[in-house]
């Protein structure tokens, strides 16, 4: 019975120790995940804002007129519309209740 008893209890203690680690593990995760989340929001903030501004300028023509500075242009806005593609959602990551 008390052997029964120390093994139960050797096994219980191993077992919240390997739990706690775990939950350290997914807090440490949840962390990471939440840091990259707004780095990629960050990220996307700033594709916005080029987004904006290159369109502001397009709008006004403001480059129709020279030839090297309007093809420097014209390759920005693919670079941008290439950009457009890696935005995220404002929303990004947030839990969402069910």
């Given at each position: 019975m008390i052997i029964t008893l120390i093994i139960l209890f050797i096994l219980t203690v191993?077992?919240?120790?390997?739990?706690r680690n775990l939950l350290v593990k997914?807090?440490?995760?949840?962390?990471i995940t939440l840091s990259?989340?707004?780095?990629?929001?960050?990220?996307?903030d700033l594709i916005l804002e080029s987004q904006k501004h290159l369109k502001s300028l397009d709008e006004r023509e403001v480059f129709k007129s020279d030839d090297e500075?309007?093809?420097?242009?014209?390759?920005?806005?693919?670079?941008?519309?290439?950009l457009d593609h890696y935005m995220v959602t404002v929303d990004y990551?947030?839990?969402?209740e069910q």
């Open positions: 191993g077992l919240a120790i390997a739990l997914v807090e440490k995760y949840e962390d990259q989340t707004k780095y990629l929001q960050s990220i996307s500075v309007g093809h420097f242009f014209e390759q920005m806005l693919l670079i941008q519309k290439e990551a947030e839990e969402k």
